[in-house]
């Protein structure tokens, strides 16, 4: 009930291609959905977050999909580039309760 | 600047040492957390403080103690209980941990390897 289930643990992807990371949790509790991403050596930095009541959201190069009746949620990334390589986590929480997915890494390919 | 800094971003423990991991923020958030991170496991919660003087075990709390003396300040000891201590630790803080669907900030880590 608390897990959150992230795929694909690793992805390789042309420049200029597009990345997809997923993600599933299970408790419907939950109303906060952020992305971070980790570059190595360095602590993970917020990189975007949804809230349930909304299906999508954009910023920038990076939009999250938000599915709330299958319980799922993914992170886009439109023309991926070099800078991007890093390891990406989700998460999912509620008041004071936040839960880790195990992490993506990601390298784009020059 | 405001942040979380962690001190010393590398550690080498010899067995059967207890080691302190350094944590201080300056962005005046009431909660803190220590994580640890292994490859391929994700973030694993150690403990969490809300408050000054008050702290709470996460998920693998076993082998590890900590203190909130001062709303800045929360370091972690790595006892020698702890039978698996090689591993990124991160801190992270919050404005409130009842509110954590705000932004946490983490540090920029310590790698502590066990020689």
């Known amino acids: 009930q608390q897990q959150v289930k992230q795929s694909p643990q690793s992805l390789i992807v042309q420049k200029g291609g597009i990345s997809i990371i997923n993600c599933a949790y299970e408790n419907t509790a939950f109303d906060y959905f952020p992305w971070y991403q980790q570059f190595p050596g360095k602590g993970p930095a917020l990189l975007i977050a949804?809230?349930?009541?909304?299906s999508e959201k954009k910023e920038g190069r990076f939009t999250i999909s938000f599915n709330k009746s299958a319980k799922q949620f993914s992170l886009h990334i439109m023309d991926s580039q070099p800078g991007d390589s890093a390891t990406y986590f989700c998460?999912?929480?509620?008041?004071?309760?936040?839960?880790f997915g195990k992490g993506t890494r990601l390298h784009i390919l020059p | 600047d405001g942040g979380i800094t962690q001190s010393p971003k590398y550690l080498f423990r010899k067995e059967g040492q207890n080691v302190t991991l350094s944590c201080e923020q300056n962005?005046?958030?009431?909660?803190m957390y220590w994580y640890r991170q292994d490859p391929g496991q994700g973030l694993r919660l150690i403990y969490y403080?809300?408050?000054?003087?008050?702290?709470q075990k996460g998920d693998i709390a076993e082998g590890y103690s900590v203190s909130r003396e001062k709303k800045e300040s929360f370091p972690l000891t790595v006892t020698s209980a702890q039978k698996n201590p090689t591993a990124f630790y991160l801190c992270?803080?919050?404005?409130?941990?009842?509110?954590?669907?705000?932004?946490?900030?983490f540090g920029q880590g310590t790698r502590l390897t066990v020689v």
């Open positions: 949804i809230r349930p009541d909304v």
């Open positions: 962005l005046n958030h009431d909660a």
């Open positions: 998460a999912a929480s509620r008041d004071d309760k936040i839960i």
């Open positions: 403080s809300q408050i000054v003087n008050d702290f």
């Open positions: 992270a803080s919050s404005i409130s941990r009842s509110q954590v669907n705000t932004e946490a900030f």
